[in-house]
Every structure is written in structure tokens, then in C-alpha cells.
């Protein structure tokens, strides 16, 4: 008697995980198309002939439209990167939108088969942001399904000084208001005017390191720091 209880709990506990697994799929639909990335963690897509906005849920990258913040610009590019122009599965929590008429989604590059760490990690862009230090976790009830893994995600891309996490403690040590260089298309920015490496531009700009580092300019000139 006791052996057959067993079987049926066992049985009830396997169906239940599997009904959620197919509530989880069902939740995800066809695929739509990303036409327009406008931030690190806001897209366009396109469906059903119409396009909507839609703002990743579960995390928030540094800004890098109505003004600039650190590592918005490295944010937004990577963002344009991986999702421009490609298809992707777009999944709801509780939330329809936000109070600006976004969809609040979570964004995925694949269909996941279960909703395993292996494949939120590897398959959502969500979590594939905060892991690579491009996004913080950013909780808003009752949009939590996948909190705790942002969570977790946040604390690993910390540890390994990934992205924006690379930035802390590196200026905190600088003097933020001393003059540095540095040119429009240039990654870096440059102690002295000087650099050799200034002079194959035409155009060179004069500011603080908080103003260089605001507008993307997050690493000194390897030529200047030898």
C-alpha cells in the first residue's frame, strides 16, 4: 500500500513539473523581429505586422539616450550586436506593460525546453546582460519570476569585474576633475595631448576624466599609462 502511494506521488510531482514546463513554453510565442534597439535594455519589434516597444524586465542598463551614464554606450552597442535584426521569443510575467505603453518582457534567443540555470544563462538576453556586466538586476514587483536568478548573476559578473563592474574602484582612486583627452570616435581617453596617438585625429576633445568616462570613455590610453 504504502509503495503505491509512493508511485502516485511520484506521478503527480512529475506531471506538475511538466505542466509548468508547457505553461512556460505556451507563455513564449512565435518569434518577432528586432527593428530598432533604442538602449541597452529597450527595443522595437515587430509583430503581427505592428511594432511595439518592448523594456527587458528584471534588470536596467546604465542610460545612454536622454543623458549619458557609464557603460550605456558599451550597453546599447552590445545590445545592437546580438539582437539587431534577428529573431527572438519574447516572454510575459505578470505585467502587460509599463506606464510608458512598453511591453515589459523577458527576451529570449531561443525557445528554452525547461526553464533550467543552463538554459536562462545561456538562452535570455535578460540574464546574458547582467552576466557579462552590461546590466544590474533591477527587481519590480510583481515582475519577479526570475529575480533571484538576476540576482545571482549580478554577484558572479561582480566577482569577476565584468563590464560596468570593471569601472569601481578604478576611479574611485582618480581624480575625477583632472583634464584628460580624447577623440569622437576613440574608446580611450589620454592623459597628455601629446600622445602620438591623438595626432592622427583631426579632432581632439579637452574635458574632465568624469566627463570622458560619462560619455563612454572608460579606459586610459594604453600609450599613456606605459
Sequence with gaps: ???KRKTKVSSAVVVFILAAIVVIIQNIPSGVTVTRVIDGDTIEVEMRGETYKVRLIGINTPESTT???SYGKEASNFTKSQLLGKK???EKDV???DKYGRL???VWLKKPSEPTDSEIRTKMFNAILVLEGYAQAATYPPDVKYAEYFAKYEAEAREN???LWALEGK???QNLDRIVYWTPNGKSYHYSKDCPLLQKSKTINQGTLQEAIDIGKSDPCNYCVK
Aim: glycine share 4%.
Design 95 to 97: 505585467s502587460e506593460t
Design 104 to 106: 515589459l518582457r523577458y
Design 88 to 90: 527572438v521569443y519574447l
Design 67 to 69: 543623458r549619458i551614464e
Design 171 to 173: 576611479t574611485e582612486s
Design 1 to 3: 500500500m504504502q509503495t
Design 161 to 163: 569585474n565584468r563590464g
